[in-house]
T-cell receptor, first 113, second 115 residues
Framework: AQSVAQPEDQVNVAEGNPLTVKCTYS??????LFWYVQYPNRGLQFLLK??????LVKGSYGFEAEFNKSQTSFHLKKPSALVSDSALYFC???????????FGKGNQVVVIP | ETGVTQSPTHLIKTRGQQVTLRCSSQ?????VSWYQQALGQGPQFIFQ???????GRGNFPPRFSGLQFPNYSSELNVNALELDDSALYLC??????????????FGPGTRLTVT
């Protein structure tokens, strides 16, 4: 069964500094990988996905993520964090052999003004 | 905001009761997935419906059941509620059923409290 690990509970970063949220995954085959963001009392919003092709994926609000097959990682990055980026970020993976989407436990990002 | 809506927003039930949660998918989406998100956890996959058929299920007991209607809206039914069923229930719609590369669009969720 597929699974996701997000090793840090909380990421603190100063406004304007680079933001990285880490994610590693485990699947039996080739993965589809996703990042979602959740604001308080809201549903999840899609940020970006990796299906195939270029390992660097660009998404909404200036976010990007790099797929690394050898390290089974899909870290989320943003060159310059904004206070409005403070939210809960979830990494998710789907094995191409089934249609179950497995989420990590989430990372709380706090951007300090 | 996505075009996915869920009702009700909040619900309080007593242990042993039954509950029905509803979801309207985004226009044009034929696939609906349901998730349970406990406090401080990531969403856990309950099941998925594609063209009115269940086509995938997570590790949830049979008292969790669902329906999808011809207009692709969906219901989640939970029988014999337990205290541990207290959670945020999220509905997500997408295109394509088994084409797992399509992103899902989530509704705001229904907060269920079981006392």
């Amino acid at each position: 069964a597929q699974s996701v690990a997000q090793p840090e509970d909380q990421v603190n970063v100063a406004e304007g500094n680079p933001l990285t949220v880490k994610c590693t995954y485990s699947v039996s085959g080739n993965p589809y990988l996703f990042w979602y963001v959740q604001y308080p009392n809201r549903g999840l919003q899609f940020l970006l996905k990796y299906i195939t092709g270029d390992n660097l994926v660009k998404g909404s609000y200036g976010f990007e993520a790099e797929f690394n097959k050898s390290q089974t990682s899909f870290h989320l990055k943003k060159p310059s964090a904004l206070v409005s980026d403070s939210a809960l970020y979830f990494c998710a993976v789907r094995d191409r052999g089934n249609n179950r989407l497995a989420f990590g436990k989430g990372n709380q990002v706090v951007v300090i003004p | 905001e996505t075009g996915v809506t869920q009702s009700p927003t909040h619900l309080i039930k007593t242990r042993g009761q039954q509950v029905t949660l509803r979801c309207s998918s985004q226009s044009g989406h034929n696939t609906v997935s349901w998730y349970q998100q406990a406090l401080g956890q990531g969403p856990q996959f309950i099941f998925q419906y594609y063209r009115e058929e269940e086509n995938g299920r997570g590790n949830f007991p049979p008292r969790f059941s669902g329906l999808q209607f011809p207009n692709y809206s969906s219901e989640l039914n939970v029988n014999a509620l337990e205290l541990d069923d207290s959670a945020l229930y999220l509905c997500a719609s997408s295109l394509g059923g088994l084409a797992g590369y399509n992103e899902q669009y989530f509704g705001p969720g229904t907060r269920l409290t079981v006392t």
